[in-house]
Structure formats: structure tokens, C-alpha cells
């Protein structure tokens, strides 16, 4: 569980609903392949409409990240979205009544971070609270295989929460707030959708999932040096271009990094070329190019 204190297949019918655990089993490969049609024809008949009128006016002004993209990434992510504001669950907590600017901000910037990846669009995430504002935590452990229903740990006030199983946890004047800013290098939603890309594979250990021993290697190599470097400059109390709660652990040094990667892409390319390298190979997006060739 983590709680935080801050903070290719490209069209949408293409997106790979691979199962493993199904292969050699035929009955469930059958009811696989029926799931999978039904879902893919639910999301062309979605997709067959026009995009909701108002909502690109959302993005423009709650997903800074959104004037940085080319048309064509804008198209991929406006279809991202559809689907996943309509298949998520989504639950207005603490009297907060959702709105189509609170779900689309979400979903805008959770699916940002899976634009350039193979993904089944956070299969480990069934629906999202959204809390008006700052949230203080109960504080209480979770039991053992309980799903938390509401936020858990605490007594700090926390802006967002991701957990191994459960939802993910939002308020939404943080939301908004790191969303409009980008220069303040600090979004809720990259970070706790960082954290659920993390657990793909079952652990919050700061590495998703990756594809072969030589992307492993180098992860690991360049990540802990970073880490250890944040960690020392942190117990001396200096400062540093990442975020200094990126010391606290593996799993939040790279959530942390993941929000500076997609908010200052150009700082943290200059500061930490290997790191930035590693972000971009993982992620399959240049966002410091994007922001480069905008400002032409
Ligand atoms: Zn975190």
C-alpha cells in the first residue's frame, strides 16, 4: 500500500487482452475469446461516436502535458480515454458529487502514461475514488487479503493512494491543481498510475515490468545508482531536481521520477540523461522532444 503525500498497437481495438493463465485450457480460452469480442465490439461502437463535446476543453485545460502532443497522439489519447472513463468504476467520495471534467482529467493522465506501451489499460485497476480534497487517513493496518474500501495508513494527509489490490485513491483539487502545473514537477495522477504500472507484476519494488534481461540489467544499474544519490543528498539536506520523497523507497523513487519525466522532461534529460534514457525506453515516449518541438 502506498500513500502519497504529493503530489505499437495503437487504435483502442487493438489492445492486447492477452491472457497466459488461459492458454492449453480450451473452455476458457473459448469464454477468453467471447469476453474479448464482446469488449472489442463494445469499444468500436464507443469509439463509432463522436468525442463528447466539451471534453477536449477539459484536456486543454486540466492535462498540461496535452498541448505538448501531436494530433495524432491527441487522437490516441482522446480514445483512450473513452474507454476508460467507461470502463472504470468511479465512486464521488467524501460528498463529492463526479463530473465528466473530474473522470476525463483522470483518465487523461493515467492513460498518458500507457500511450506508447503494449497495455491492457491498468487491468489491475477496476475503479477509482475521487475525494474533494485532502484526505486524512484512519490510521489502522489492513488485514490480511482485505481490499481497502477507503484510505488506509495515515495519520498525514495524503493526495492519492495506490495499493497491490484495490483502487486508486484521488482528491481532486490535487488533481486539478498538479494537472494545470506541469512546471511544479508534481502530478498525483502520473504518480499513483506509476505506482499501479509498477505492480503489474505482482510487487512495488520501483521496476514494472520489463521486456528482457538486458532492459532489466540496465534498469537496475542506473535506477539505484539514482536512487542511493537522492537518498544521500536528501539525509545532507540538499536539494536535487527529483523530488526528495523519491528517497523513501524504490517503489516511490519511481513514481517521483515518472511525474518530473512527463512534467520537466527537458530538466531531467539534462540532470539525469540515464535516467531519462531508462524512462524513455520503458515508456516509449520522448516527452522532452515533444516539449522541444513545441517550443519552436
Ligand atoms: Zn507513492
Not at 501531436?70 to 480514445?79: T, V
Not at 486539478?176 to 505492480?199: C, I, Q, W
Request: proline share 7%; hydrophobic share 40%.
Amino acid at each position: 500500500m502506498c500513500a502519497d503525500r504529493v503530489t505499437a498497437p495503437r487504435p483502442v481495438g487493438l489492445l492486447p487482452l492477452v491472457s497466459r493463465q488461459n492458454a492449453g485450457q480450451p473452455s476458457a480460452t473459448l469464454d477468453f475469446t467471447v469476453l474479448h469480442w464482446l469488449r472489442e465490439r463494445r469499444r468500436r461502437k464507443l469509439l463509432a461516436s463522436p468525442f463528447p463535446a466539451g471534453w477536449e476543453a477539459h484536456l486543454l485545460r486540466n492535462v498540461g502535458h496535452y498541448q505538448w502532443l501531436e494530433e495524432r497522439d491527441r487522437q490516441h489519447l482522446r480514445d483512450l480515454v473513452r474507454v476508460f472513463v467507461a470502463e472504470k468504476r468511479w465512486e464521488g467520495c467524501g460528498g463529492l458529487s463526479l463530473s465528466d471534467e473530474m473522470r476525463v482529467t483522470i483518465a487523461a493522465q493515467a492513460c498518458l502514461l500507457v500511450l506508447g506501451l503494449p497495455h491492457e489499460l491498468y487491468r489491475n485497476v477496476e475503479s477509482i475514488l475521487v475525494y474533494p480534497s485532502t484526505v486524512v487517513a484512519p490510521q489502522r493496518r489492513l488485514r490480511s487479503f482485505e481490499v481497502p474500501l477507503s484510505p488506509v495508513e495515515g495519520p498525514l494527509p495524503i493526495l492519492g493512494q495506490a495499493g497491490l489490490r484495490g483502487p486508486v485513491i484521488l482528491v481532486w483539487d490535487a488533481v486539478k491543481r498538479t494537472g494545470r502545473h506541469p512546471e511544479s514537477g508534481h502530478n498525483v495522477v502520473y504518480h499513483e498510475f506509476a505506482h499501479k504500472l509498477d505492480m503489474l507484476d505482482g510487487r512495488a519494488d520501483g521496476t514494472p515490468p520489463l521486456h528482457g534481461r538486458d532492459e532489466y540489467r540496465r534498469w537496475t544499474r542506473i535506477c539505484a545508482r539514482e536512487f542511493h544519490m537522492l537518498r544521500e543528498r536528501a539525509e545532507r539536506g540538499e536539494r536535487s531536481l527529483l523530488d526528495a520523497y523519491g528517497a523513501t523507497s524504490e517503489a516511490e523513487f519511481f513514481a517521483v521520477a515518472t511525474e518530473q519525466f512527463f512534467d520537466q522532461p527537458v530538466a531531467v534529460r539534462r540532470h539525469h540523461p540515464e535516467l531519462y534514457g531508462v524512462l524513455q525506453a520503458f515508456y516509449r515516449q520522448d516527452p522532452a522532444a515533444r516539449v522541444a518541438l513545441r517550443s519552436v
